[in-house]
Each structure stands twice: as C-alpha cells, then as structure tokens.
C-alpha cells in the first residue's frame, strides 16, 4: 500500500481512507497490539471499534504504543468506533465518554449509533424511534464539543436514514452497513448520494461466504488475485470504504493490497450480477 492512501471526502470536510481495518475479531490485549503493528506497517490508517466489540482499551492503548515506532502521529490515523444498542437513549451520553475514555484519545474522528433498535426492546416498539432521536442529540453535543469529529450511523434502512435527516441539526457524515456483490444496497446508496452521506461498506466477504463463490473464484483466478482482495477491490472501486476485518497480521496485509490492481469493466459487472438482496449479518429492516 501506499503511504498516502486513497480517501473519501466527508460532509465534515475530513478525510477517511477508504480502507480501514475491522477490529471484531481481536481480542485481548496482546493479539491487538501484533495486528495493529502488522497493519500500521501495511499502511492502514484507519481503525474501525465499536463498544459491543469490548476492545476499545486494547486498541487504544496498542495505538498509543505503536505510533511513535512507525513515526505516525493521532492525526495521521482516522479511528471510529460505536454506541452500542444497551446505551441507546438515555444511557448515551454515559455511552459516548465511556468510548472516549476507553480508547483514551482526546477525540474519536467518527463515531457510530451502531443499530437503529434498543437492546431489551422488541424491534417493533414505538420507543426504537425516540430512543434514537435522544441519542443522536447527544452525538450531535459530542461533535459540538470537539470530541467527535464527526458522526454518523450503521445498520440503518432508508426509512431510518430519511428519519433522522428530517430532525437532525448535524447531518450524518457516514452510514455504515452491510454491502457486498449479494447486496448492492442501491436505494440506500442512491439516497446517500443524494444527501451527501458516506456509504461506507462493512462484511465485504459476505462473512467469509463470497470466498468460495464460483463467479468470485474465477475473477480472482482470472486477475491473480484473491477471492478477498477482488471483493475489497469490487467495492473500493465505485469509491465504496471498506473494513476487512482480521486477527492474522498476515492476512490483514494481504487485504490490504486493494489499491495497486483494477478489475475489468467485465469482471466488475460479473461480481455485480450476484446481487440478490443477500443478508449475512444482522437485518434491521424490521426496526420500528
């Protein structure tokens, strides 16, 4: 990778690398101190958390450690992380510092409601919606205050998109969802074009699915490449971001490697003919 990789420009006027890595898989301190330092000299410089993933301290603190040793600085690096569905509402603002104080930097540069429903809650409950209004007020104090540079959502369906940008005072930066060949996420992709919202794409491998898909298989063979690296690429290439997610220093290198090849108009169309509306992870679409 290069050093100064390719980014995406945010309503905020930053800058996100349009590749991050996805922390879910690392657990403990001593594994998250080898992949990010692996990652680091690959030349990521963005790091994605979230609460639920309960490595906020770890990646904190290997960033802490690892950045002088690659002469990089906090702005050289791009971190988001998440409120998670138990401290939607009124437990947000505890919720936000307690990210803040996890990760121990003075600021995160974008931070996530992570799921449009309330943990304890059925997902048809009228009190989903309210909750997510009460803390989007409270990410929007969090921003005003200068300790998210920016703020935006996951998971979220074009209702609950078209939702918050009637009410909201700060305009999401980012939504963060689902997308791969088997879920082209159109309507919601049109509608963030048109709102000036970052797609940003999460489970690019279909959770490992797409690895072993036949029309998959053949590109990568066809290019000489990996099935990942052509369904990284798949994406980045329509100017979507991505997270692949690994605990192998190795592999999160070598998924790394999306930038220095390009796929054909061909094998691009034959990766987007897959699209059958496909779900690998969690669906909100039932979310009141």
């Known amino acids: 990778m290069a050093e100064q990789q390719p980014s995406v420009l945010l309503n905020t006027g930053a800058q996100m690398p349009l590749l991050g890595l996805g922390t879910f898989r690392l657990r403990g301190p001593e594994e998250t101190h080898r992949v990010i ?3 680091l000299a690959a030349g990521y410089r963005a790091f994605d958390t979230a609460a639920v993933y309960r490595n906020e301290a770890d990646l904190g603190s290997a960033l802490r450690d690892l950045l002088p040793k690659h002469g990089l600085t906090r702005g050289d ?19 936000c510092a307690q990210s803040l104080e996890q990760l121990g930097f003075e600021y995160i540069d974008l931070y996530l409601v992570h799921w449009p429903g309330t943990q304890g809650l059925r997902v048809g409950d009228q009190q989903n919606p309210r909750n997510r209004a009460e803390s989007w007020a409270v990410l929007e104090r969090f921003h005003a ?14 209702g609950h998109l078209k939702e918050l940008l009637q009410v909201c005072r700060v305009p999401p930066a980012v939504l963060q969802v689902e997308f791969h060949p088997k879920l082209a996420q159109r309507e919601l992709r ?5 709102t000036g919202v970052c ?6 491998l279909g959770t490992g699915a797409l690895l072993t898909d036949p029309a998959v298989l053949a590109v ?21 971001p991505v997270l692949p997610k690994s605990s192998q220093p190795e592999r999160a290198v070598e998924n790394g490697r999306v930038f220095d090849f390009h796929l054909s108009e061909e094998d691009m169309g ?9 779900k690998y992870c969690w669906d909100p679409t039932a979310v009141a």
């Not at 998210?148 to 369906?157: D, H, K, L």
């Not at 099935?227 to 329509?238: F, K």
């Not at 034959?270 to 496909?278: H, N, V």
């Open 37 to 39: 330092d692996a990652a």
């Open 77 to 95: 690096i791009f971190i988001t992380s998440k409120l998670g569905p138990q401290d939607q509402g009124s437990r947000a603002s505890a919720g």
């Open 145 to 158: 205050d200068g300790k998210f540079r920016a703020i935006g959502v996951s998971n979220y369906t074009p």
């Open 190 to 194: 049109a509608l963030c074009r048109e």
């Open 199 to 204: 797609f940003q794409a999460y489970s690019s």
């Open 220 to 240: 990568a063979a066809g290019c000489g490449r990996s099935p990942a690296q052509v369904l990284l690429r798949w994406a980045v290439q329509q100017g979507v």
């Open 270 to 278: 034959k990766l987007s003919a897959l699209d059958c509306g496909e």
